[in-house]
């Protein structure tokens, strides 16, 4: 079976999977995804360990120091597709909340078409997430395209993800839709400036822009090399400021990354 | 779904090497050649063959790309269109070694 006939299957299934179930999340920008995938793989044998840490900040108590630590151990199957595990620990916003484990995420990304090959490079995310508590979350399945230009020295990515809620406590019914955005500058390797965006607009058809996160601020991502070590150290910090109501003031992101052939 | 799988299988038969490509070969953890001249102004398929018994990275900063090559194998490298210029490309895992400059003319 070929690359092409795999991935239509998949498309095939996880299109079903998203429309049987039948649940979606509210319109939270979900801070434990404060990352914008690009569909460019480094290629087959590559191994990644990483960290991903966010905090919320607002004068509503209800709205702050919600907080996600993820720690991921990554490997590369092939040169299209790479397969990441993540263990994520969360603090809900609010005073009196504490630091918990809150479950464990799948992922794969498949690279479609080779970088440079035509106007936009082009891959797929798909995502499972388990969560500890299922008597008071919902486990969440992840799916949509990503999308990569260069516009000269700065390099556009977008990803579109449909997400759909699993499981017996799900709040919101219906496919939801979230976007996650980057346009980057590549100033040097260690130094690139970006801005940032992300938000969910809600379950489809049923949008409310009242109830919607939307997120967006500058960011820096780079990479170093290690000399004789093995590998590539990888940033990508950011602050973003809510764009609605219902979005947190601000939201500070780190991730630090270690790549390295395995 | 068909349309997906025609656009699939063209990008595949896109990526398949031409005698006209320009090709670098990887050996003992050095590029061959070192300096490649490449036409400016014009998009092109690079192609990269590793005959060393171990994996190299392919990578270029400046021309946005970072690329596994695998041992005995061949990857294509799509480019362009280049300024006139010189592009500095290097092996990732033997930087000390595996150098060399694409010139666009």
Known sequence: MTLYQR???????????????????????????????????????????????????????????????????????????????????????????????????????????????????????????????????????????????????????????????????????GVSLAYRWETRWRLFPQFQPAIEAFGDFGPIGHFNPGAQQHLLGPGFAGKFHLGFIPGDLGYDVGYLFGLTPSSPSGTAKIIVEYEFPL | MRTLLLALTVSLLASAANADDPQLVIKDHKFQPERLEVPAGVKFKLMVRNNDPTAEEFESFQLNREKVVPPGKEIPVFLGPLDRGEYPFFGDFHQDTAKGVIVAK
């Open chain 1, 7 to 173: 991935t239509g299957k998949w498309i095939l299934g996880a299109g079903i999977a998203l429309c049987v179930t039948g649940q979606a999340l509210p319109a939270k920008a979900d801070i434990g995804e404060l990352y914008v995938y690009s569909p460019v793989l480094d290629g087959a044998g590559i191994a990644e360990v990483e960290y991903r840490g966010a905090r919320t900040f607002d004068s509503d108590p209800d709205k702050d120091n919600a907080q996600s630590q993820k720690l991921s151990l990554g490997y590369g199957i092939t040169g299209w597709w790479f397969v990441e595990a993540y263990g994520q620990f969360a603090r809900d916003p609010g005073p009196g909340n504490s630091t918990h484990f809150d479950g464990t995420e799948w992922e794969s990304i498949f690279q479609l078409t080779e970088p440079g090959e035509y106007w936009a490079n082009l891959g797929l995310i798909a995502e499972y997430e388990r969560v500890a508590n299922r008597k008071t979350d919902s486990d969440e399945l992840e799916f949509g395209p990503l999308l990569e230009h260069d516009f000269g020295p700065t390099t556009m990515d977008l990803n579109l993800v449909a997400v759909r809620q699993l499981g017996p406590a799900i709040s919101e019914r």
